[in-house]
């Protein structure tokens, strides 16, 4: 079957780094992607890793490493605004899109 | 409008009756999504449509149908609902994914009750 695999929660200090892995196993891989959802909210695309190697976006970044089936969001100087719901997902080929079950961060004042 | 928006925002429906969601993009994007939601379970794929008059099946499409009529519209429809359909229904679309990017845009989600 296909999986991937998040914590379930992580929590964190304001302005903290903080780590969020993603493991996965999927039948086809054409791209890791990563998402935030606050409560009772939509989801919204935050970075896409198709090639190895980390992206930068602000204070979000990205890590892939297909060989290893390995990815991590990174956050940094977290805000409490970064409060939600993160989820890893994998585009197994065409338009299926595979998401992992989710990280809830915590972030502490 | 801007973005996606869906209708109902939410709906408490008894098993056994037919229900359609509908979802509404401007963004002109071709490939539209429909997933479901569920605690501790993530975002699942129901039916995808690459473009206009083309569907596809997701993960879990048993019980759902869709119809692609135009580039704007994407209902999603409960033929006889059970109470195992209650979730959190979000429509989505994008540009045509590739190796290089599948950004996706997803509406406000519809909250949906069967009893």
């Known amino acids: 079957g296909q999986s991937l695999e998040q914590p379930s929660e992580v929590t964190a200090v304001e302005g903290a780094i903080v780590q969020i892995n993603c493991t996965y196993q999927t039948s086809g891989f054409y791209g890791l992607s990563w998402y935030q959802q606050h409560d009772g909210g939509a989801p919204t695309f935050l970075s896409y890793n198709a090639l190895d190697g980390l992206e930068e976006t602000g204070r979000f970044s990205s890590f892939l490493s297909r060989s290893d089936s390995y990815g991590y969001l990174l956050l940094q100087e977290l805000q409490m605004k970064d409060s939600a719901s993160y989820f890893c997902a994998v585009n197994t080929g065409g338009f299926k899109t595979i998401f992992g079950a989710g990280t809830r961060l915590f972030v502490k004042a | ?115």
């Open chain 2, 1 to 115: 409008i801007a973005g996606i928006t869906q209708a109902p925002t939410s709906q408490i429906l008894a098993a056994g009756r037919r229900m359609t969601l509908r979802c509404t993009q401007d963004m002109r994007h071709n490939a539209m999504y429909w997933y479901r939601q569920d605690l501790g379970l993530g975002l699942r794929l129901i039916h995808y449509s690459n473009t206009a008059g083309t569907t596809g099946k997701g993960e879990v499409p048993d019980g759902y149908s869709v119809s692609r009529a135009n580039t704007d519209d994407f209902p999603l429809t409960l033929a006889s609902a059970v109470p195992s359909q209650t979730s959190v229904y979000f429509c989505a679309s994008s540009d045509q994914p590739d190796a290089y990017q599948n950004e996706q845009f997803f509406g406000p989600g519809t909250r949906l009750t069967v009893l």
